[in-house]
């Protein structure tokens, strides 16, 4: 058995429960060697509401999930089982693919995919929620009460540089993305 990963179409906003009434559908039938993983990919990101931070899993593919399934043998009575499984769920659209025919990821799309997932388990990424040329307001520091444009982010820092006018003159400064607020 050749299983491969697959992603499928479901309901937006409802990842979570439609993966867990799949397994629940799957394990009843009897078809979790054809059908034994079913993930919603997702990244941990830290994120700043309320002035305070926490960490929150934000989904990289919402509307999909990523089936890992031996399904490519269509004379297989149990494959088309578990794929009639799958379509005939609550909320799951189809399987992406020409006229909802599955069709597999690659082996480096799925690495990518995983490592994504488990860097960000280890090692959270910063939602910044700003763009270049943005306007800001510092809010701590130093330059309290300044106004700016932003020049670059760096979420892997964590870190905005702005460019401040002090005196007449521009004036970049490094602050941190959270001594700041979009205005």
Known sequence: MAHKWY???????????????LEMR????GVQDIVPQILVPFERVTDL???KKRVVNKKLYPGYLMLQADIED????????AMALVRE?????????PRGEPVPLAEH???GILARMSDTESRPQVSIGLQKSDMVKIK?????????????VCPDKGTVKVVVTIFGRPTPVE???????AV
Do not use: M, P
Request: glycine fraction near 12%; include cysteine; proline fraction near 0%.
């Open 7 to 21: 992603f499928v179409r479901c309901q937006s906003g409802c990842e979570d429960s439609v993966r867990k009434q």
């Open 26 to 29: 799957i394990k009843t039938a």
């Open 49 to 51: 509401k309320g002035g």
């Open 74 to 81: 269509t004379e297989d009575e149990r494959s088309l089982k």
């Open 89 to 97: 769920t609550n909320r799951v659209g189809d399987f992406l693919g």
């Open 109 to 111: 799309e799925v690495s």
């Open 140 to 152: 701590s520091g130093a330059f309290d009460g300044f106004d700016g444009t932003v020049e670059e």
């Open 175 to 181: 602050l941190e993305y959270w001594e700041v607020e």
